[in-house]
Nanobody, 115 residues
Framework: QVQLVESGGGEVQGGGSLRLSCAAS????????MGWYRQTPGNQRDVLAR???????YIADSVKGRFTISTDDNMSTVYLQMSSLKPMDTGVYYC?????????WGQGTQVTVSS
């Protein structure tokens, strides 16, 4: 299991931007993908963006054009740049890393977008 530490959440007004970071505690072996998910009360955790070890990117339709995902050169930190934020983007944001050994989750960070 990989320990992941998230940062960058907070409260922002609608139309604003935030950048989330998720850092792995150690070099990730057997990396498949790194991604960001969002969960709201009573709902499942939905994928927002994923990036594979080969650099292929998936962005969910709900955030396409507003959110981008990137990593550092070592693929030990994954970022989610969020812009044009809307109140519907409010939720707990989790990063996740998929490796050959399974999936590891970050602790989650709250993002609140006010209208």
């Amino acid at each position: 299991q990989v320990q992941l530490v998230e940062s960058g959440g907070g409260e922002v007004q609608g139309g604003g931007s935030l950048r989330l970071s998720c850092a792995a505690s150690k070099t990730i072996f057997g990396l498949l993908t790194m991604g960001w998910y969002r969960q709201t009360p009573g709902n499942q955790r939905d994928v927002l963006a994923r990036i594979s070890s080969s650099g292929d990117v998936y962005i969910a339709d709900s955030v396409k054009g507003r959110f981008t995902i990137s990593t550092d050169d070592n693929m030990s930190t994954v970022y989610l740049q969020m812009s044009s934020l809307k109140p519907m983007d409010t939720g707990v944001y989790y990063c996740a890393v998929d490796t050959l050994s399974g999936r590891s989750w970050g602790q989650g960070t709250q993002v609140t977008v006010s209208s």
